[in-house]
């Protein structure tokens, strides 16, 4: 039996999973809405702008849960082996609906960046109004990546500030941090840290301007060991 050519396919979510699994080749993905604004076709290797063009021309339905999940899911990781979505662009899927914004916004704060005292500031900004919105995406933060500076430049992080980017992030998993020209931490820091979340991973790195010369082990590296109630089950340290 032939199919229409312009009759729409419903599929379920599992059947969606697995579609956008195998890269959707050759494939115009429909995905059915239970609501009465009826269907929204989203080729699943149409460039992210177009989708969004698309989605907001033909309407914004109340998605499956499961199945909206699935779609960003997708798009997070998309053409990227490392898993990290171009943020700027991915930020936009959460301006086609309200039922989009949630989901868009708990992918992009799974892993938040602080390399700038103003990217500090905006993250306070975001985490620390005492809304319930805020308390969510406070408690999605799971990877911390911060970049410390002792030559005190400005715009860029003191090290005394690092209890402070992590006391933002409540469920913080691991911390990955950069340290230019800092070789140990003050006793005060020291202290702050005792009241940071119990993390359980921890990656010490190099700066991206520092990848040609050598990185040694400072005293730093052992005082962020010696943290008592960090409860690391996995450690990395570059060298």
């Not at 009826?38 to 699943?44: I, M």
């Not at 021309?57 to 990227?80: M, R, T, W």
């Not at 992918?107 to 990217?119: A, C, G, M, N």
């Amino acid at each position: 039996m032939q199919k229409n050519p312009g009759s729409r396919q419903t599929v379920s979510p599992s059947v969606a999973s697995e579609s956008f699994r195998n890269g959707g080749e050759g494939q115009t993905l429909m995905l059915h809405s239970r609501s009465a604004l009826g269907f929204v076709e989203t080729p699943a290797r149409m460039p992210n702008a177009t989708i969004i063009s698309n989605l907001k021309a033909q309407g914004s339905p109340n998605l499956v849960d499961d199945v909206l999940e699935i779609i960003l899911d997708h798009l997070y990781s998309f053409g990227n082996f490392r898993l990290r979505p171009d943020r700027r662009s991915f930020a936009r899927y959460a301006l086609i609906s309200r039922a989009w914004r949630i989901p868009t916004q708990i992918l992009l704060f799974r892993e938040v960046w602080i390399r700038k005292t103003s990217q500090l500031e905006s993250l306070k900004g975001a985490l620390l109004p005492k809304t319930r919105h805020a308390k969510l995406l406070a408690h999605t933060v799971r990877v911390l990546w911060i970049r410390i500076d002792g030559l005190e430049r400005v715009g860029t992080l003191d090290p005394d500030r690092l209890p402070e980017c992590m006391k933002l992030c409540p469920r913080l998993y691991e911390l990955r941090l950069e340290t230019f020209a800092v070789t140990r931490l003050s006793e005060g820091t020291l202290r702050s840290l005792e009241m940071t979340p119990p993390i359980y991973a921890l990656q010490l790195m190099r700066p991206e301007m520092l990848y040609r010369e050598r990185y040694e082990y400072t005293e730093l590296h052992l005082q962020l060991l010696q943290v008592s109630h960090w409860r690391l089950q996995f450690f990395t340290m570059e060298g």
